[in-house]
């Protein structure tokens, strides 16, 4: 997976605040679903986040049920539960999996 960093754009000397289309956590359950044991260090160089965001945000997605994890030696094993409806108000009759497809377009298949 390629990151890109968003640019900085200024008009009139004005700097803009830099976003994204994709939040933080969209991006960390994208790749959680791509690389089920991925760890919170090689998330945030990926996502561009520190790993205390990182474990905060794996902490949301848990509770949140979206995520489940198992312990593998001295590892975790993320599982995502696509079947879960995203949380916005606008889709919430919306699986996750609807997402990760697009997200995911070169992923597994859900």
């Not at 009139?12 to 933080?24: A, L, P, Q």
């Not at 030696?73 to 079947?83: H, L, P, S």
Request: hydrophobic letters at 35%.
């Amino acid at each position: 997976m390629t990151t890109v960093e968003p640019k900085k754009i200024c008009r009139r000397g004005e700097s803009e605040k830099r976003w994204t289309f994709i939040t933080n956590h969209a991006a960390v359950l994208s790749l959680l679903v791509n690389y089920p044991r991925i760890t919170a260090r090689e998330i945030s160089q990926e996502v561009g986040i520190t790993e205390r965001s990182v474990r905060m945000i794996i902490s949301d997605l848990d509770k949140g049920g979206y995520i489940s994890k198992t312990r593998e030696g001295r590892g975790i094993r993320y599982t995502v539960n696509v079947e879960r409806p995203m949380r916005h108000k606008t889709q919430r009759d919306v699986a996750v999996n609807r997402l990760l497809s697009i997200l995911n377009a070169k992923g597994p298949s859900l």
